[in-house]
């Protein structure tokens, strides 16, 4: 592993094949984790000037600032990476719903032995 | 977008090309984020089996069973899956500290204007 890029100050993504990186959202207050998506390198320069969530959307191969189109947009209140730089946890301050099903967070459903039970 | 995996009670996971989802473990207590990494089909279903986590290392190619060499195992206090089943979350007891570096959690750097700043 790159030495500088796990315990220098510089940031320096390894981004994977497709050039980019996972990103992890997780609630300020309450820790919940709302969603996981992933970044390009503009989806991380855009969520660290607006201080809003962006992501890169694969399915629609182009930028997604989250809650573009419900409203529900996610403020970063703090950035961090990990130890190889190839993944981002913002801690936010959802407007709303995360989930595009409405729910307050993506992960509804606990895995238990017999299957999903929705817990949200 | 598939409705029964989204909505459904039956664990469907949506693999990538390289039979991998993403996963994220939390500290069950502080909510932290601890690290970031990939199941393949085994590594979920040793997780489920055994309590602990397991993982796909991508650079080893191989099930890796998180604490195998160090002991600092992720004991498993919740699992849940998001709404495409393409990752999962889980809220963990951990034995020690979960990254390599000996670091409590693998993002203990804060990304600022500036670059990058040490928080643990």
């Given amino acids: 592993m790159n030495k500088n890029r ?6 320096d993504p390894k981004y ?3 050039g980019l ?11 919940e984790v709302l969603m996981v998506a992933h ?19 694969r399915s ?7 809650g573009e189109s419900s ?8 950035a961090r990476i990990d130890c190889d730089q190839d993944s981002v946890w913002l801690r ?6 995360t ?3 409405g729910a307050r967070s993506c992960f509804y459903r606990q895995i238990q032995p017999d299957g999903l039970h929705r817990v949200d």
Avoid at 22 to 29: E, K, L, P
Avoid at 73 to 78: A, Y
């Fill in 21 to 31: 990186i996972t990103a992890v959202a997780t609630d300020a207050v309450t820790g």
């Fill in 99 to 101: 989930c595009h099903t």
């Fill in 39 to 57: 970044m390009d390198a503009e989806a991380l320069e855009r969520t660290r000037e607006t201080g809003e969530a962006h992501f890169y959307s």
């Fill in 92 to 97: 936010v301050e959802p407007a709303g719903p």
């Fill in 60 to 66: 629609r191969a182009r930028l997604w600032k989250k």
């Fill in 71 to 78: 409203g529900n947009v996610l403020r970063v209140v703090e």
């Fill in 6 to 11: 796990e315990t220098g100050a510089v940031l």
């Fill in 16 to 18: 994977d094949a497709s």
